[in-house]
Structure formats: C-alpha cells, structure tokens
C-alpha cells in the first residue's frame, strides 16, 4: 500500500531532526585545532592555496613594511581594469577584447581581433534543434540550473569530450563562450513561455553585433537598444569576467579541473557554486533589498530614516531579518571595490537616460550610510566599501534584464575567467586538490541490527 504524503512527512522529520544532530560539531572545536574555515585564517584573509598570472586583486598598499588599507585596483594579465575600460573609446567589442586577453595573456592586435571575432561568431551555433530538444525541454524556474542542463548536454554533442589537451580544451571553451548568451536567454523565453503563459519569442543572434548588443536584441520584445545601453552592459561583462583564482566558483573550477575531469563537469560545476546567494546571486539579494527599503521609507532624502531603518536591518527586525546590508563589504577590498566604482559611473549616466536620478540617489545615500552603520554595528576597524553586487542589479533593471536573467548575465561574463584558469591548471599539471578535514568524532563498536535501541 502506497504511503501517504503526511506519513512520508512525519518519518522524514525524524530523519532531518537525525541529521541535524548528526551534523552538528562543537565551534569551538574550530578554534582549537586552527581550522581555516573557509580557507580563511582569524583576520579573515584567504590561506594560499595557488599562484595564477591571470588576475591580481589589490587593496592594501604597503608603508614602511605595514599593511595599509588602500582604494581597489584590479589587473586582467598585468592591465588595470580601469584603464582597459578607458580604452575602449567608441569600439563595440570590450568583453570580447578583455576575453582575448584572459585567455592568451596579451591584448589583441587589429588582425587577431577580428580574426577571434570571426572564431566566436562560428562557434555561437547551437546545435541543430538544440533549442526545441534541449532548451524547451523540462525548463527549469531558475535559469542556472538550465545553463548547467545545457553546458551537460553539449556533452552529448562533442566528438571528443573527454580529451583534456590544451588544444581540445580551448575549442570546448570558445564554444561555450560563444553559446552561453543564446542559451541563458532561450532558456528565459522558455521558461516565460511555459511557466508564465507568455508569447514564445526566438530571436537569433546577428553576426555583425557583440555580445553585449546580442544579448539586448534576442532579449528585448522589440529587439532595440540604445547605444549607451549597450556600452554599459558591455562594461558590466568585463567587470565580472575575472576576478582572482580565489573566489569561489573559480576556485570550483580549480578544484575540479585538478582531477582532470571534462570541461563541461568543470563548467557546470562552476556554474553551480556562481548560483549561491552567497556568490553571484547577492545582486538580486540587493535589488530585493532596496525593493523593501523603497516600501518602508518613503522619503528618501530623510538620511536619519534610512540610516534607522539600515540598523534595523542589521539587528534582524527589517528585510530577511539576516542581519545583513547586501553589496556592501567585499572580503579582499576595503576603502573601495572598483568594479562597484566604474558601475557606480555608468550606473549615473544610464539613470539620467532613464530619468530614474532620484532611484540613483538613494543608492548613493544607502552606499554612503550603511558602511558606517556596519562598521560601527560590528565595531570593525577597517572599512566597509560597496561591493560590485551594490550596483550591478540596478544597473541590470535599467537595462530591462529581467531578475531570472542577473546571476546568468554573471556566468556569460565570468566563463571567460573560468576558462583561463582550467587552462592554467591544465597546463601547469598540478595535484589533485585535496584539503585536510579531521575528524573529531568518536570510534565505536558494532552493534546488531536486533540489539539497536
């Protein structure tokens, strides 16, 4: 006889409350045995674990041998972000650029830029009827969980998958790259069509336009941009495209690629550590934020309310009662992160193109009180800055980016990065990564299943 629903529930509720005690270790323990939980040690800094020539996150200087904390700077293969972005001008490729030069470690010439333009415009395809076989198919509520079915399946697709040689390697990569925008996006409109009753719209790529211009036309409904919306989202992509072999999905894909796995398992694999709210899902943690600010305070240029309604949040009686300020604080910069900086800048230029100035505003106003409220809540001594996930929802609303769409639009920025990393530990052959965990429970004897209590 068939188990009822509400007998299933009562039995795994045994089963969880099990689990709960069965998983639950002494914190001091931690303490005792110098545990560098989350490969971090007691001031909070990273443990090193790797070397990597692709990025540098810098946000000390040194004086007179001491560590002073100092304004961001991030480096793609030795070039400052801020002057790689400066650099772009009017041209219409800088993702595409910045991903050349994560990839083989220098700046593209004229010639071997558009010649990689063309290998990425051949490598966008989809596979004939991937769209209705894959991308239709059980479409999932969450968009990153279909990139991962996706990246899985082109698996299927591959005649050598398995075949970890640099060679084979970046042709997998250069593929993904080129396909994650048509497949976050398709996996958008489906995901409209079949759980919001949606009209099913497909619109396919144009061969002359870049990523950025790609991805507004195949989303929009009437497939138009204007030219600084493009330039901004465009702009938005090279921030999140690298950022260090430490953070977490890319460390993921460290770890993974150690064993020597195919590059679809290292990719989705990625992708499953960038959906943690934690990771490249905080930025839709901050839209929600300012979602519940902008219903509690309605005059936002009342700093005294915001700044109490801001402690409200950190002593857990406002918002998702975490006690958390979304995109303020980062745990490598401290006076500035600058990426939040140079979205900060379009994010003022794209507001007044959309008359939303006074929305600006109030993020700057929060941006500005709630690091002090923090600092002084927490009593911390360093800085508390605004982190890239403060700006990058707003900025993603203005677009007309859809909030399904905000962690996927990380992911088509940050692959870049990932596959240069699984390049660099491919090619420096390294060990399997393998931390130490050590056990502190206790060894028992057996017991018969009949003499059980």
């Given at each position: 006889?068939?188990?009822s629903?509400?007998?299933?529930?009562?039995?795994?509720?045994?089963?969880?409350?099990?689990?709960?005690?069965?998983?639950?270790?002494?914190?001091?323990?931690?303490?005792?045995?110098?545990?560098?939980?989350?490969?971090?040690?007691?001031?909070g800094?990273?443990?090193?674990?790797?070397?990597?020539?692709?990025?540098?996150?810098?946000?000390?200087?040194?004086?007179?041998?001491?560590?002073?904390?100092?304004?961001?700077?991030?480096?793609?293969?030795?070039?400052?972000?801020?002057?790689?972005?400066?650099?772009?001008?009017?041209r219409?490729?800088?993702?595409?650029?910045?991903?050349?030069?994560?990839?083989?470690?220098?700046?593209?010439?004229?010639?071997?830029?558009?010649?990689?333009?063309?290998?990425?415009?051949?490598?966008?395809?989809?596979?004939?009827?991937?769209?209705?076989?894959?991308?239709?198919?059980?479409?999932?509520?969450?968009?990153?969980?279909?990139?991962?079915?996706?990246v899985?399946?082109?698996?299927?697709?591959?005649?050598?998958?398995?075949?970890?040689?640099?060679?084979?390697?970046?042709?997998?990569?250069?593929?993904?790259?080129?396909?994650?925008?048509?497949?976050?996006?398709?996996?958008?409109?489906?995901?409209?069509?079949?759980?919001?009753?949606?009209?099913?719209?497909i619109?396919?790529?144009?061969?002359?336009?870049?990523?950025a211009?790609?991805?507004?036309?195949?989303?929009?409904?009437?497939?138009?941009?204007?030219?600084?919306?493009?330039?901004v989202?465009?702009?938005?992509?090279?921030?999140?495209?690298?950022?260090?072999?430490?953070?977490?999905?890319?460390?993921?894909?460290?770890?993974?690629?150690?064993?020597?796995?195919?590059?679809y398992?290292?990719?989705?694999?990625s992708?499953?550590?960038?959906?943690?709210?934690?990771?490249?899902?905080a930025?839709?943690?901050?839209?929600?934020?300012?979602?519940?600010?902008?219903?509690?305070?309605?005059?936002?240029?009342?700093?005294?309310?915001?700044?109490?309604?801001?402690?409200?949040?950190?002593?857990?009686?406002?918002?998702?009662?975490q006690?958390?300020?979304?995109g303020?604080?980062?745990?490598?910069?401290?006076?500035?992160?600058?990426?939040?900086?140079?979205?900060?800048?379009?994010?003022?230029?794209?507001?007044?193109?959309?008359?939303?100035?006074?929305?600006?505003?109030?993020?700057?106003?929060?941006?500005r009180?709630?690091?002090?409220?923090?600092?002084?809540?927490?009593?911390?001594?360093?800085?508390?800055?605004?982190n890239?996930?403060?700006?990058?929802?707003?900025?993603?609303?203005?677009?007309?980016?859809?909030?399904?769409?905000?962690?996927?639009?990380?992911?088509i920025?940050?692959?870049?990065?990932?596959?240069?990393?699984?390049?660099?530990?491919?090619?420096?052959?390294g060990?399997?990564?393998?931390?130490?965990?050590?056990?502190?429970?206790?060894?028992?004897?057996?017991?018969e299943?009949?003499?059980?209590?």
């Amino acid at each position: 006889m068939a188990m009822s629903s509400e007998i299933l529930d009562e039995k795994l509720g045994q089963l969880v409350e099990m689990s709960r005690n069965s998983g639950r270790i002494d914190l001091n323990l931690y303490t005792e045995y110098d545990v560098k939980r989350g490969l971090r040690d007691s001031t909070g800094k990273g443990v090193l674990t790797g070397l990597t020539e692709i990025s540098d996150v810098v946000s000390f200087k040194n004086v007179n041998g001491e560590k002073i904390p100092d304004e961001g700077h991030l480096y793609y293969q030795g070039y400052s972000v801020d002057q790689l972005i400066q650099g772009f001008h009017q041209r219409r490729y800088g993702f595409e650029e910045i991903t050349y030069l994560l990839l083989f470690g220098q700046l593209p010439s004229e010639e071997q830029m558009k010649n990689f333009i063309d290998i990425l415009g051949y490598y966008r395809e989809l596979p004939e009827t991937f769209v209705r076989d894959v991308v239709m198919k059980a479409t999932s509520k969450n968009m990153m969980n279909s990139l991962q079915k996706c990246v899985l399946t082109l698996y299927s697709y591959d005649e050598d998958p398995d075949n970890i040689s640099i060679p084979n390697v970046l042709k997998q990569e250069l593929s993904l790259i080129a396909k994650f925008p048509l497949i976050a996006v398709y996996s958008y409109h489906a995901y409209r069509h079949y759980h919001l009753n949606e009209n099913l719209v497909i619109r396919n790529p144009r061969p002359e336009l870049s990523f950025a211009e790609n991805i507004l036309q195949m989303l929009h409904p009437d497939g138009v941009y204007t030219e600084l919306e493009a330039k901004v989202l465009d702009v938005a992509l090279v921030v999140h495209a690298e950022h260090g072999g430490g953070n977490n999905s890319t460390f993921t894909t460290h770890v993974v690629s150690s064993s020597g796995t195919d590059t679809y398992s290292a990719v989705a694999a990625s992708l499953g550590s960038l959906k943690g709210p934690k990771h490249g899902g905080a930025n839709l943690k901050v839209q929600e934020m300012f979602e519940d600010i902008k219903k509690h305070i309605t005059d936002w240029t009342d700093e005294d309310r915001v700044c109490d309604y801001l402690n409200q949040i950190l002593d857990k009686e406002a918002f998702d009662h975490q006690g958390l300020i979304y995109g303020m604080g980062h745990a490598v910069y401290t006076n500035s992160d600058p990426r939040a900086v140079i979205l900060k800048h379009y994010a003022k230029q794209l507001s007044m193109e959309k008359h939303l100035e006074h929305e600006f505003e109030l993020y700057e106003t929060v941006e500005r009180i709630a690091g002090a409220c923090i600092a002084k809540k927490r009593r911390l001594l360093k800085p508390v800055c605004a982190n890239v996930d403060f700006f990058s929802g707003f900025v993603y609303t203005m677009l007309g980016l859809p909030k399904e769409l905000y962690t996927p639009i990380f992911a088509i920025a940050r692959i870049s990065g990932w596959s240069a990393h699984r390049i660099e530990e491919l090619v420096n052959a390294g060990k399997i990564i393998r931390p130490a965990y050590k056990y502190v429970g206790f060894h028992r004897d057996y017991v018969e299943l009949q003499d059980r209590n």
